[in-house]
């Protein structure tokens, strides 16, 4: 009885410089592109942040994303995740550019010696006011709130109440919105900005490392510190650095990664087409 083939996946550490820090992400690089219910069930399955799909599509490859409860327009952890496989595993050369095609567009990444350098939409911040159900769900103090691609962005005084927030994620996942990010001005070198980054309603209460959010937050310090590149860190548990460049509609969003683990997801165990 011949068995049949199974797909195979990666486990990447995305914004790590080491094992067991940043943002885990699943990657797999499929032979045919297959139901949104199907890569659900795969993601639910991962019960990572969130999982990629690739699939090969003109000179580059079709990318999507799915946290454990639904699909999301734009993830940065997992395309760095996606990108650091396709090189390793031999399917793009050493050097070349990877191109993924997304529901955010046409976004690359290229190595730049042990770092990946992510080509991502910019998406700055509007001023907004943050719903008082959600302030006291973060049970925090804002000194600035914008709002940008979904997601409320919150500045708090200091990155002490950045890392010590504590927020009641039931509450959270309430307040009609995709995420919550709260940043503050770095005092610690060599770092110019802190985050942290808590999605409930999507499946994620505090997602590690969030290379998204840096879309927003790389053209929110560029006005605020009249620069426009930056060394950040995103202080969950698990922590991650970045590197941020402000470049007008885009953003550049740099990080390193590890893969964790490799294995074959097996058709034979899914019931669904």
């Avoid at 992510?118 to 000194?143: F, N, Q």
Wanted: glycine fraction near 8%; charged fraction near 20%; include cysteine.
């Amino acid at each position: 009885m011949l068995k049949r083939a199974g797909y195979p996946f990666a486990q990447v550490d995305a914004f790590a410089a080491k094992p067991y820090t940043g943002n885990p992400a699943a990657v797999l690089i499929l032979p045919r592109p297959r139901p949104a219910a199907w890569m659900q069930a795969v993601a639910r399955e991962m019960n990572l942040s969130e999982t990629a799909f690739l699939c090969r599509f003109r000179d580059g490859y079709k990318l999507r994303w799915f946290t454990p409860a639904v699909e999301v327009p734009l993830c940065g952890h997992a395309t760095l995740a996606s990108a650091h496989v396709l090189w390793e595993s031999g399917k793009l050369g050493r050097g070349a550019t990877a191109r993924f095609y997304t529901r955010s567009g046409l976004l690359t990444a290229k190595q730049d010696g042990t770092w990946i350098v992510l080509d991502l939409p910019s998406t700055p911040p509007k001023p907004a006011r943050l719903p008082e159900a959600a302030r006291k769900a973060l049970r925090v103090r804002p000194v600035h709130t914008g709002f940008s691609a979904g997601n409320y962005l919150v500045e708090l005084r200091s990155e002490a109440e950045v890392r010590k927030c504590a927020p009641d994620f039931a509450a959270l996942a309430a307040v009609d919105a995709f995420g919550f990010v709260i940043t503050a001005r770095s005092r610690r070198r060599p770092f110019d900005f802190v985050s942290r980054c808590f999605a409930p309603a999507e499946g994620v209460n505090e997602d590690p490392v969030t290379g998204s959010a840096h879309c927003a937050l790389g053209p929110y310090w560029a006005k605020k510190l009249g620069k426009t590149d930056f060394l950040a860190y995103q202080s969950s548990v698990r922590g991650g650095v970045l590197r941020v460049s402000a470049r007008g509609s885009r953003v550049l969003v740099s990080g390193k990664a590890v893969t964790i683990l490799r294995g074959e997801l097996l058709q034979r165990g899914l019931s669904l087409n």
